[in-house]
Structure formats: structure tokens, C-alpha cells
């Protein structure tokens, strides 16, 4: 861990936006957090969101796994980003960890990210397979992603739990599936809002061309209300 990151810790768990400029004084890169149950699709939603952003925008990614490589290596194999502005934490322990108790390890990647490949406008951090409480630390991200996919029942939404409800966006993924799992999307929309107020809910499909330009372009509008 850098030093640097004892002289900001606590600042940056104040709130986002709270430490928004490294120790040299640049400005840093939003972070954005994407988590949500093991299959919810968070790692093809990270690499579809590169190649929807990556000619406009210099980003990179951290990925978490608790003993391997994996979702990294799956990025590196689909080619979404240069190897080198791809990092990956294995956190040996329970997701929550690292996204939200103990985030020294993230933090270390991002800071080692910028310092390779920057200055960076994005930094995508994806938590390992967690369930619906998992969380991450605003010490750690600016906003948070959380994906849920329609495979796993229709009553999720409404089941809430701190990714259903407090997350930045929520995403419904592999809306595909629905007719083929039984699951209703109106209804799964509907106990979204009811749950999540004016925060916001996307049903996406990554089958579908543009899948992801929904979610991509709810990143922009954060990235220029960081950028101002």
C-alpha cells in the first residue's frame, strides 16, 4: 500500500468527490464501482462498457476475485482494453472486503493504473460475485453499478437489500431470458422503483446491438458532472 493512501483515507470516505485530486494535485479519474451477484453478467457489462467508451475516453479496470484471475483474464482474452491498463486484485477473502472494509488493495490498483496509463478519465472497478448487500466504500468509488439479470427470479427487485436499493444505477440484465424463464419485466421494473425512489433502474440485454448504450451513457453524464 502507498503511504500516500494513510493521508487520504479518511478524507475519501467523507464522500465522493471528496479527495478528487491525487497527492501531485491533478485531478483523478472517476471511479465507478459495478458489483452484483456471481452470473448477474458485471463482467460482460464491464467489457462491453470499454468498447462503447474506449475511442472517446481513457479508462482501465481493476477486477476482484477471491483466489484467481479470472474476469481480468477474461477482459485480456476479449481484447476490451491493452493488457497493461487492466489490474486485478485477488482478495483472498469474502468480496465485501476489499470493495468496502479493507479497500487498501483497490486503492493500490488504481493508484498504480494512473501512474502507468494516465492521466485517466475512468477507472471501472468490479467487485467479485457477492449478493445483494454487497456495497462499496465511497472511499473507494465515486458511484456504484449494481447488476442483477432476470435468471435469477422476477422477486429479486423487490427482496431489495443495500445493492438494490442504495446503488447509483441499477441494472437488470439479460432481459433476453425473460420469456424463457418465466420472469416478468414489468414487474421487476415496477418493484425496482418502488424500491429504489428516484434513483434510477436500466433493463438491458447485451445480446441486443447497443446493449449497453444506456448504461455507457449514464457513465458520460457522470463523467462530465465530475469533470465540472
Known amino acids: ?26 485531478r483523478r479519474a472517476l471511479r465507478i464501482g459495478l458489483g452484483g451477484p456471481v452470473g448477474s453478467g458485471k463482467t460482460a457489462t464491464v467489457a462491453a462498457m470499454c468498447r462503447a467508451l474506449r475511442d472517446t475516453l481513457s479508462l482501465a479496470v481493476v477486477t476482484n476475485d477471491i ?3 479470472e474476469d481480468a483474464d477474461f477482459l485480456l482474452r476479449e481484447a476490451v482494453l491493452p493488457p ?11 468480496p465485501h472486503t476489499a470493495i468496502r472494509d479493507d479497500i487498501s488493495a483497490n486503492l493500490e490498483a488504481v493508484e ?12 471501472l472497478v468490479e467487485s ?6 454487497a456495497t462499496f466504500s465511497r472511499g473507494l468509488v465515486d458511484a456504484q453499478i449494481f447488476v442483477i439479470d432476470v435468471a435469477a427470479g422476477d422477486d429479486i427487485p423487490r427482496k431489495g437489500g443495500p ?4 446503488s447509483d444505477l441499477l441494472v437488470i440484465n439479460k432481459t433476453d431470458l425473460a420469456p424463457h424463464v418465466g420472469s416478468d419485466l414489468g414487474r ?16 438491458t440485454s447485451l445480446k ?9 451513457r449514464w457513465v458520460r453524464e457522470r463523467l462530465a458532472a465530475w469533470a465540472a
Open 1 to 26: 500500500m502507498h503511504l500516500d493512501h494513510f493521508d487520504h483515507l479518511l478524507a475519501m470516505d467523507e464522500g465522493p468527490g471528496a479527495a478528487s485530486r491525487r497527492p501531485d494535485g491533478a
Open 67 to 69: 483466489y484467481t484471475r
Open 84 to 94: 497493461e491498463r487492466i489490474q486485478a486484485v485477488e482478495t483472498g477473502a469474502c
Open 112 to 123: 498504480d493504473l494512473e501512474d502507468a496509463v494516465g492521466p485517466l478519465d475512468l477507472v
Open 128 to 133: 467479485g460475485g457477492d449478493n445483494l448487500t
Open 163 to 166: 445493492g438494490i436499493t442504495r
Open 188 to 203: 421487476m421494473a415496477a418493484d425496482a422503483a418502488e424500491r429504489r425512489g428516484d434513483l434510477p433502474v436500466l433493463l
Open 208 to 216: 441486443a446491438p447497443d446493449g449497453v448504450a444506456p448504461v455507457a
